[in-house]
């Protein structure tokens, strides 16, 4: 288990990228990271956390294993093999 209430990256509050088909996964676990303050973006699939990675800056990914289309394993790749990839951390 990650303690991301007491992590803190250079002092900033870090940007999650949250990845998950499930909508009722998403809004839980962004309401609980945003009560610690942290910036949280969602995206419902890989697809679209894929771009929103390739597109915006974030500190930690969280993705969802088991979804349609492009799965998790896939989103992991895909973060792995981009230039950003030496700043984030995946979970």
């Known amino acids: 288990m990650i303690c991301l209430k007491s992590l803190k990256i250079g002092g900033d509050i870090p940007a999650v990228l949250l990845i998950d088909d499930e909508q009722m996964i998403l809004m839980m676990l962004k309401m609980g990271l945003e009560t610690y303050g942290?910036?949280?973006?969602?995206?419902a699939?890989?697809?679209?956390g894929?771009?929103?990675f390739n597109n915006n800056h974030f500190d930690i990914a969280i993705t969802d294993m088991d979804m349609p289309g492009m799965d998790g394993r896939d989103v992991v790749r895909n973060i792995r093999k981009s230039e950003r990839y030496g700043f984030l951390s995946l979970y």
């Open 50 to 52: 894929t771009d929103k």
């Open 38 to 43: 942290y910036q949280v973006e969602i995206a």
């Open 45 to 48: 699939s890989g697809e679209e």
